[in-house]
């Protein structure tokens, strides 16, 4: 059994845990606020997500505008974005620019993961240990560690006895992997797997995509950005607007009922937003596509039109077509020429349902009918994603609960906030949020951050603890649920509802309710004195 350290007082009043978008402004809010904080970051360098995904054609798929802090008139004005969907070289540059403005660098510790965090009743603080034998102490722990950090890689057999590389997206090296003239094979056809394929097509010799389940897309238009924008709105009602739209972005879903509009009037609703090329068909168009399986079967049947025309062999088009979702049900990928990748000489397509992958050799992959020579595999194979980060942390509540123990046998949070039996532990990215799954990312880290913030304050001014209440986190459970009920998402297996982790819950990951609904819950809470939350 673990056992908590005693101390007198903390070392620091709050342990933020990672340096991507969440966790450098909460180092920055606390500090305003003229609080002790430290953030322990595993990377050599701050980032988080765009530190650690370096891998080939990575790039986000929220415009920049949006896809930034927008809590400082000087970081929206000295800082400009080269394009519309900037890559990860330039995401990272903007967030070590950003540490460095807001000189935050000095409060956080690199190379530390952290290994356990257990509470302590008698000091009402935290215990933190690092791999390297570190051990910290807080009166709060914020973990900004993203949903989609602990990555899935599948065991294959045979694996050591390749001689090739064999690497996960998300922990490619910082010196990088020559692909150019290399026999390549990509595990995964996911958004990630999307961005690394049609990158790399062109430059390796071979190419050999295995792919498990089939997307559907949209077309990413990508343009440089004038001088002008992302300033075309003002960087406050910006701000404002993301948090009064259904995904946090500067588009909101129809208002309109989908059965009140005429079909044709639909169709070129739906040309309008497929031509976006942003997320706009996906999370800015009638909610009943998300809901109800005619209006689904609609829109799906409009994408898989759209990727028909792109590919001419009509065994291919057979294979990239979705064939058993519905378009949204799973996260929808953009993609920039993903389609004619597969029209050339050099890369072959392997539905893995058909063909499944035996084992490795040493140089080659051996499939159910062929052996393929390989000097590089590519594991686009996805993340535990969500609770995955802390699952992986010995963490320690009340009680000495075991937060691995709660999740694995049901995931809940309490307005995605805090959980049950574990005071002093805020959480960002966190299931039964919209940050969890479906919100541009930093819209919803950058509320979060705030109003854990804020509490962080009230709760100083009057004790040193706090904990959400069974009743709170029982109630936003049953409201998650009834939420997330109602859609088509939580009845389709994927990443959303845990499917790609063996035994993990299905709940819905991601509260779907939309921004503004999420927004109004938290703000509740926080106006009635933190009600449901105990304070002591
Ligand atoms: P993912 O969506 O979970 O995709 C993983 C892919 O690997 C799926 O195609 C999956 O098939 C396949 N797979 C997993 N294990 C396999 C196995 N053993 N054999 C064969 N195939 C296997 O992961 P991801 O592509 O890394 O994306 C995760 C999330 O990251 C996205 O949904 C998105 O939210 C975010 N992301 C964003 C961007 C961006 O904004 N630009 C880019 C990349 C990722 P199944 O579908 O059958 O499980």
């Not at 559907?216 to 300033?231: F, Q, R, S, V, W």
């Not at 929808?332 to 392997?350: H, K, S």
Request: charged share 25%; proline share 5%.
């Amino acid at each position: 059994m673990a056992e908590a350290r005693q101390l007198d007082a903390p070392q620091y009043d709050a342990i933020v845990i990672g340096a991507g978008f969440a966790g450098l402004y909460q180092l920055h809010c606390l500090r305003e606020m003229g609080l002790s904080a430290t953030v322990l970051e595993a990377g050599s360098d701050v980032g988080g997500t765009w530190y650690w995904n370096r891998y080939p054609g990575a790039r986000t798929d929220s415009p920049a505008n949006v896809y930034q802090f927008l809590f400082s008139d000087e970081l929206v004005t000295e800082w400009q974005w080269s394009e519309r969907f900037p890559s990860q070289p330039e995401t990272e540059r903007y967030l070590r620019w950003v540490a460095d403005r807001l000189d935050l660098r000095r409060d956080i510790q690199f190379n530390q993961r952290v290994t356990r965090a257990i509470w302590s009743a008698e000091s009402a603080c935290w215990m933190v240990d690092t791999e390297d034998g570190t051990q910290l102490s807080a009166r709060f722990v914020v973990s900004c560690m993203g949903p989609l950090s602990k990555p899935v890689i599948p065991g294959i057999d045979g694996q050591d006895e390749f001689g090739g590389t064999i690497v996960h997206t998300s922990l490619w090296p910082k010196d990088d992997i020559p692909l150019a003239g290399k026999r390549v094979a990509v595990i995964g056809t996911g958004a990630t797997g999307i961005q690394v394929i049609q990158t790399i097509a062109p430059e390796v010799a071979e190419l050999t995509v295995f792919q498990r389940t089939a997307n559907y897309t949209i077309p990413m238009k990508n343009y440089p950005y004038t001088d002008a924008e992302p300033l075309t709105v003002r960087r406050e009602e910006l701000r404002n607007r993301t948090r009064e739209t259904f995904g946090g972005f500067d588009f909101d879903i129809e208002q309109r009922l989908w059965a009140d509009v005429d079909p044709a009037e639909r169709l070129a609703n739906m040309e309008r937003l497929y031509a976006e090329g942003n997320l706009a068909l996906w999370v800015g168009s009638f909610a009943e596509q998300l809901m109800e399986p005619e209006a689904n079967e609609e829109v799906s049947e409009f994408v898989k039109e759209k990727i028909r025309a792109r590919i001419d062999d009509p065994v291919l088009r057979e294979k990239l077509i979705p064939d058993d979702h519905g378009f949204g049900t799973h996260r929808v990928p953009l993609e920039t020429g993903y389609y004619e990748a597969f029209a050339r000489d050099n890369v072959q397509l392997i539905d893995v349902h058909e063909e499944p992958i035996v084992s490795l050799t040493a140089n080659a992959i051996k499939t159910t009918q062929q052996e393929i020579p390989v000097d590089v595999v590519i594991c686009a194979t996805g993340f535990d994603a969500v609770t995955g980060a802390l699952t992986n942390i010995d963490v320690r509540g009340r009680d000495n609960r075991s937060l691995a123990d709660v999740w694995g046998q049901d995931i809940r949070s309490a307005i995605g906030m805090q959980l049950h039996g574990f005071p002093n532990l805020f959480l960002t990215s966190t299931p039964l949020s919209p940050a969890g799954a479906f919100c541009n990312a930093p819209t919803c880290v950058q509320h979060s951050v705030e109003w854990i913030s804020e509490c962080i304050g009230y709760v100083l001014n009057r004790g040193s603890a706090i904990e959400a209440t069974a009743e709170l986190e029982a109630a936003w459970v049953a409201h998650h649920d009834e939420t997330a009920n109602a859609t088509l998402i939580a009845k389709t297996a994927s990443w959303y509802t845990g499917a790609n982790i063996e035994g993990k819950s299905n709940r819905l990951i991601g509260y779907p309710g939309g921004i503004p609904a999420y927004v109004e819950a938290c703000d509740q809470v926080k106006e009635n004195g933190y009600e449901g939350f105990l304070i002591s």
